[in-house]
Each structure stands twice: as C-alpha cells, then as structure tokens.
C-alpha cells in the first residue's frame, strides 16, 4: 500500500474578491494605465500595482512595508492574478512616482467612472479639510515644490510640533460617497481651497449646479462671490464671533419654527427626552475688502437647539468652577514667593483666564492687604453670565438657496448632513490606516494620500451598495440582523461588512485541484455577499 501525501495551502481571502469585483467595475487599473503607461515588457502595470494597494489598505491595513509578504500570505495571486514577488518596495515607489503627476485626472476619472457605474446622485456635496500629521524634518530644500508642501500648519488635533500635509474631501449626500480628493500643502488655509474645489467637481462630475455644504472655512467674501458667480448654491455656518450673544438672548425660541428632525444618537430615546429643534429666518450681509467691492446679502437661518443649550450651559458651568477655584487659590498664595508681585499676579489671572475661557466675563483688580502685600480682587460679570445663557443653543447657517425651493427648514436639514464628511475622515485615519507614513519625500506622500483616498472610495461604494441593495430587498430603514451577537437590526456599516467577510479564507491544492472556500458557513456572509452580487463560486 503506497500512501500519497498533498500540500495544502491555506491563503486568507476575505473581502478581497468584493474590494477585486468594485475595483473592476471602477476602472482603475484601466484608467492609471491609459494615463501612466508602461513598457511592453513590464511584468505588472502601474494599475495593477495601484489596485493592489488599494485591496493592501482594505484588508490588511498597516503601514506600507512588505506589502509583498501581505500578498504572499492573502489570496491576491489567484483573486488579482499578481504575483506577490512584484509588490516589493521598489516597485512601488515607481508606481507612486509614475502616478504622481497625474493625480488629479486619475482620481477625477475614476470619480467619474463612480458616478456613472454606481448611479450617485452628485447634487449635494459635503465638503470639508483634515490635517496628517507627520514625523520627521521634511527640510523644505529638498522637498519637490511641483508637490503640496509637507510643512506646519493648524493641525485637528493640535500637534502643532509636528509637521502635515492635508486632504480635501468632497462627498456626495447619496451615499457619502468621496467623489472629490485631493492633497494640499499643510500650511495652507483652508478658505483658500475653496474655489479650486468647485471647479474640479463640476469637472468631475459634468454638473454646473450643485449645493455644496462646508464648515466656517467656507465662509469668506471671495468665497461665496464666487459661488454665487459659478452659479453653486451654498451651506455653511456662521463663525461664532459673528453674531453677538445679544443678538440670540434677544430672541425667544418659541417665535421660531419647530423642525422635525431626530438624531441617530438620540432615535432610540424616549420622544421627551430628544432634543428640540427650531429655525428662524433673517438675512446677513458681507462686504468685500475693496471698497469697490458690491456688498453680499444672502439668507441666515437661526437655529435652536435644546441638546446645544443644556451641552453649553453645562460647559460653562465647569469653566466657572474651574476658575474659581483656580482664583481662590491665588487669593491664598498671593504675596507669598510664588506671586510676591502684582505683575507675577496679573500674569497668573492672565493664564487662569486663557486656559479656562473666562476672560471674557472675569473683571480683576490688585489692591494692598492690611499686611502690605498685593491681593487680588475678582468677580465674574454677572449680566453678562445671564445674556450668555439666553443666547445658549442658538447658532447662525448662511445660504443663497431660493426661498421658494429651500425653506429655512430645508436648509437646516440638508446642513445636518455634514458630519457624513467627518465620518470619512474618522474612517481614512481609523479602519484604513493612513499614519505612519514611511516616505520620505512629498511626491510619494501625496500619490499614496490619492491611492488611500481611492480605497476610501471603494470602502463608501460597497457600504452603499448594501444599504441599497436592503431597502430595494423589503428593508426600508436599511438596517439586518446578525451584525452583532445579541442580533438587533443595525445598519450594516463598511466596516461590520469587512470584518464579517474577513474570516474567509482559500484552501489550494497541488496540480489542478481547484481552490476550496475554507469558513463560508455563517448566514451573515452568505447574505453580505449577496447583497453585493458577488459570485465565490
């Protein structure tokens, strides 16, 4: 009796066919390679590598070393046909270096291609600015200046000791789907960035008209003139300091109209213990720096929220006892060898006032004790404690929207669509990993920031086609069971999508033995891959 022994080899799999099949109907390898050619003799295009990036980042994210032993270890031969030998690091950096000067007609055209395959509605965008923060010196000498600039800014997160680069984000309503990307210089303002972005999505996207919805940022005379001129309706919120507290506390919030609209936070509260909501409409003017300039009168919509109200007399409520108690402590030491001055006084209340945010309604005097030495005196503005408190809740949106089409509620409502941007930007930075970077030179940082804002695109396309795909299958509120382990219906996010196909592995045999699914046994895949159209078999 003669025994034969076979190998079998066991590759992971997981979404990779799914990222493989959205990567197919994009067009990226084909679009990078109409535009960045190779030789005839090349072993792999530079679409293909790109491709393989894009699936590296979906599936295994980590930074981008050894990305050739990612692609030993998972099934990207038999899904991609690539083989792993060519994914070393030369090879991508040359791929990042073709790519580079191309950038924006490459993720233009496949934004386009997104539109097109995938059926997005490019009416409404959200548009929004992140900062990437780096390590290392980046000398600007030997930095390539046909690049953004890797340089010190104004970071999110407040690392202002370290270098960044930015990425600008527009993404459409429908979906949240990225349609708009690209890479800018980190020390340059967001407000400047503006105009540029309307211009490369009407270009992507074949569309004059839009609404385009921003932050503060958006918010300048040249700005908004030049959308008015390019005939792009617009949404964004008024600065804070635009508006006096007077302004607000002068308005009783039950004169404003009350909006239908719950939070997803809040949807599973009982219905008094959701937050209020209420508009009012004026109109707000802004003037140019030129004299020469035509003032600018476009709609403010106030709006009214309970939630805000309580959030920002409890905020405040802390900062007062914060600095009281700070303030009493510097009665105690004033005129020891700590504070023996009134300038060394005058400096901690100026310190006291900046970090807890009082200065504002925190009146001080030094004055001698009986013993000769400074004391200082302090009380906090009680009217104007009292104006502020009145004005809590309320804060201020523009728009140039007709009246007729978009009522004070409507614009409210389509406003609160923003954070859709910010949760792509948790998602670029969280699940698909874009730090730390190994690169040293800004050309490679901003092709890779392209390659990772294009496997954001792919992680948004396969959430909506889910989502899609169970409100077409008799799920109206998009949501499905066996997500979680207690089983409640939530709707599937891209992220319960990967990990739930991530367990999936391929079993290869020797000679012509086909590949064998290894782990396809919960109801949960079989039904994720369905809802994606997606054949294993």
């Known amino acids: 009796m003669r025994a034969v022994v076979t190998q079998v080899v066991t590759k992971r799999l997981g979404a990779l066919p799914v990222v493989a099949e959205f990567l197919h109907r994009l067009g990226v390898a084909e679009i990078v390679d109409g535009l960045c050619p190779v030789r005839d003799l090349a072993l792999a295009t530079h679409g293909e590598v790109v491709e393989a990036l894009v699936a590296n980042r979906l599936t295994s994210p980590r930074p981008l070393v050894r990305v050739e032993d990612w692609a030993r270890t998972w099934a990207v031969k038999e899904v991609m046909e690539l083989d792993p030998d060519l994914l070393n690091d030369d090879r991508l950096g040359r791929a990042l270096d073709a790519i580079a000067p191309r950038l924006e007609e490459i993720t233009g055209s496949i934004a386009a291609r997104a539109i097109c395959e995938f059926g997005i509605d490019t009416a409404t965008l959200h548009w929004d600015m992140t900062s990437l923060p780096l390590t290392g010196a980046y000398d600007p000498d030997e930095q390539d200046p046909d690049y953004p600039q890797v340089a010190y800014g104004h970071p999110k997160d407040r690392r202002v000791d370290l270098k960044q680069i930015q990425a600008g984000l527009g993404v459409a309503a429908d979906g949240a789907v990225p349609l708009l990307a690209t890479a800018i210089s980190g020390g340059t303002g967001e407000i400047t960035q503006v105009v540029g972005a309307i211009q490369r999505f009407q270009r992507t996207a074949e569309v004059k008209r839009f609404l385009m919805i921003g932050d503060s940022k958006l918010i300048s005379y040249g700005n908004l003139t030049a959308l008015s001129g390019a005939q792009v309706e617009f949404i964004a919120p008024l600065p804070a300091s635009a508006t006096a507290p007077e302004v607000f506390a002068a308005i009783d919030p039950e004169s404003a109209e009350r909006v239908e609209y719950v939070p997803l936070r809040v949807a599973d509260r009982p219905t008094l213990e959701r937050p209020d909501y209420r508009v009012l409409e004026h109109s707000h003017t802004l003037t140019g720096r030129r004299k020469s300039d035509p003032p600018l009168t476009v709609r403010r919509i106030l709006v009214y929220s309970t939630g805000n109200a309580a959030a920002q007399a409890k905020a405040r409520g802390k900062r007062l006892a914060k600095a009281r108690a700070d303030l009493e402590n510097l009665e105690r030491r004033a005129g020891s060898r700590y504070y023996p001055t009134r300038e060394k006084i005058a400096a901690k209340i100026g310190v006291i006032a900046k970090q807890r945010r009082v200065g504002d309604v925190l009146h001080t005097e030094i004055t001698d004790g009986p013993d000769g030495k400074p004391v200082p005196v302090w009380h906090f503005d009680q009217e104007l404690l009292a104006t502020q408190a009145r004005a809590d809740g309320w804060y201020a949106l523009i728009t140039n929207q ?117 782990h396809l046994t919960r109801g949960v895949q079989l039904h994720l891959l369905d809802l994606l159209e997606i054949d294993l078999s």
């Open 402 to 518: 007709d009246p007729a089409t978009a009522d004070a509620a409507a614009v409210f409502l389509a406003y609160k669509g923003q954070p859709q941007v910010e949760r792509r930007y948790h998602e670029l930075k969280g699940p698909l990993a874009v730090a730390p970077v190994f690169l040293h030179g800004n050309k490679r940082i901003a092709a890779l920031l392209h390659v990772l804002m294009l496997a954001l695109l792919v992680y948004s396309l396969i959430e909506r086609q889910v989502r899609q795909a169970l409100e077409q299958g008799g799920s109206p509120d998009g949501k499905m069971t066996g997500l979680y382990p207690d089983n409640r219906r939530e709707r599937p996010t891209a992220r319960m999508i990967f990990y739930h196909l991530g367990e999936l592995d391929l079993a290869t045999g020797p000679g012509s033995d086909p590949p064998q699914l290894v």
